[in-house]
Structures are given as structure tokens and as C-alpha cells.
């Protein structure tokens, strides 16, 4: 498939989007924590009144959020089609008007999705005299691209934007995520690192590692490109979340910048002995005082000694 001439002008906006608008990607994370209303024990899951979906997929539509009887996903809202948001963010549903909420609902109802062929669809294709509108659940489903950055556009599979990089994976290449086959060529579940050009992978798996890594430690994992790998990522439509590595999360490896202080060596060297220095409490080990060239070689001609004496005991061996 050809990418269209609006995608390959709108390619140098996106990868300035990219680098300047993070933030907007994650832009209800922390909305959704004040916007959010908790439901009783029995209370039945409202739907998002854009995607009419009481389940769907966190990482795609972002979180629900409740607010004076509307309830919509963060990303629902931010790709919607029409649907423009102020700025003063504590109005409404972190800055979308309940009013502009019901209408974008009201026009969903008349629009299906080429995708899943249901009314309701709010976000159409900003290609070309393109009039094609789907749901945000089904985007990947229908090989749709989301670009999770500033301006939020959306592609449906004829316009969106494919990798300009040529690359063809060799006979046998697995996505060095999962160790899985990736296809022959790539396509749209099937990228490759613009910047190595070999590593390969599928779109889930390089998902599941953005939404892990976020924005701050996102790279490749062949070649650890850090700069164009990230934004040739968001313009394929990898959402990729402005925050820290999940693995940062309530220091799960402060233990690893602890450093040993006790000394376990069977003899220690230390002149005033292994309880004194213990005792110095200045939270380092100790080294040993350091030790003539003949001590070097004394202990290098016993160990070469004793491996000479192992090998001639085993050669008699039958």
C-alpha cells in the first residue's frame, strides 16, 4: 500500500508533534483521578457514551471517566471527530463540555464504522476526501492508526501512515520481543527500527513494551535508539505514555543501589580486622592494604601448582 501525499507532508508536523507535545498523550491520566465517580458494589458498569463500550481495552481508550451523569474514555473524547475541548481542563469532563459531549453523540448515531458496521462511530479519517468513520475500540481490529500525539489524528487503512524505511526481514526472523515469526515484509502488525533497520517486531509486542517503558526509557531493543525509533513509533500510531518506567514504580530495584559494606572474605586483610572495620561504620568496604609483587606471584605459582597436580592426577586416571 502507497502512503498518500497528505500523509508524506503532514510526516515533518508529526515528527514535530512527536518531540514537543508528549504531555497530550497522557492527558487525562491524572484528570481521570478528579474527574472519576466510584459506582456502588452493585452498580451496574456505565458505557462510554462516545464508543458504547462499558469495557475496552485501558491502554487503547485511556480511562472512563464519570462526571455529572456523562461517562466517556479520555481518548474517546480526544479523537472524537468535532469534539473540541477548552481550555480551562476542570470544566465539563476534563475540559469537554457536557453539551459538546451530547452532540458529538447525537452525530455518532447517524455514522456506522467501516470497521464493525455499527452506528456510533465518532472519528472519521483525516485523509484525503476520505468520509470513513470507525470506533476506537475497533481501530486495531480494522488496521485503523490513532496518532496518540497532538493534533490526536486518525487514519482508517488506506491513508494511514506506513514506514518509509526500506527493510525486508531475513528468512527465519522472530520479533525480539516475544521470539515469535514476524511475516516476510512489513506491514501494518509487522515494524521494524527505522535506525538499525533489524530489528523486527510486532505491533503488540512494541505496544506492550512502550506502555512498560514510557516515554523517558522507550528505545529499541537491538540498537537502543532512543531519538527517531520513539517518534517513528507515535506516527505509526504507538501510543507511547508520557511518564516513567512501570519498573520505577515504588522503587521495585532500590535494593541494586545498595552496596555491600561486610567484609566475606575467609581471611580478612584488613589490619585492625574484619570486627573493626565493621565497627568504623562509614557505610563502604574496606579494601586490603595492597600486597608486594612477590605476594602476586606466590599466590599465582600455588594456583598454577595445584591445577598442574589435578591435571596429572587425572591423566592417570583409567
Known sequence: MVISSSIKSDREYLHLAATTSLEDCDAGETAAMSDSKQ?????????????????????MCGDK???????????CMLFATLLFR????????????????QIAAC??????????GQSGATIMCTGPDCDRWFHLPCAKEGGCVNVYITPFRSFCPEH?????????????????????????????????CPTCKRAWFHRDC??????????????????????EFPVEMLILGIRLPFR???????DAFADLGVRHSQCNARDCLYPGGREEAEERGDGQPQQ?????????????????????????NTQHVP
Open 107 to 116: 452525530r455518532a448515531a447517524q455514522k456506522r464504522c467501516c470497521v464493525c
Open 39 to 59: 459506582e456502588g458494589a452493585g452498580a451496574r458498569e456505565p458505557a462510554c457514551m462516545l464508543c458504547r463500550r462499558a469495557e475496552a481495552d485501558p491502554d
Open 244 to 250: 516513567d518506567a512501570t519498573w520505577e514504580d515504588n
Open 206 to 227: 512494541i505496544q506492550g513494551q512502550a506502555l512498560c517503558a514510557g516515554a523517558f526509557y522507550f528505545q529499541c531493543p537491538l540498537c537502543r535508539d532512543s531519538v
Open 86 to 101: 477548552q481550555e480551562n481542563r476542570k470544566v465539563g469532563l476534563m475540559g469537554f463540555l457536557p453539551r459538546d459531549l
Open 288 to 312: 586490603a592494604p595492597p600486597r608486594s609483587m612477590a605476594a602476586d606471584a606466590a599466590i599465582f605459582l600455588t594456583g598454577h601448582r595445584q591445577r598442574q597436580q589435578i591435571k596429572g
Open 160 to 192: 494511514r501512515p506506513e514506514q518509509m524505511v526500506e527493510a525486508t526481514p531475513e528468512p527465519d526472523t522472530v520479533c525480539l520481543i516475544c521470539l515469535e515469526p514476524v511475516e516476510d515484509r512489513k506491514t501494518f502488525t509487522t515494524l521494524v
Open 65 to 75: 471517566l464519570q462526571k455529572g451523569g456523562l461517562c466517556a474514555h479520555v481518548f
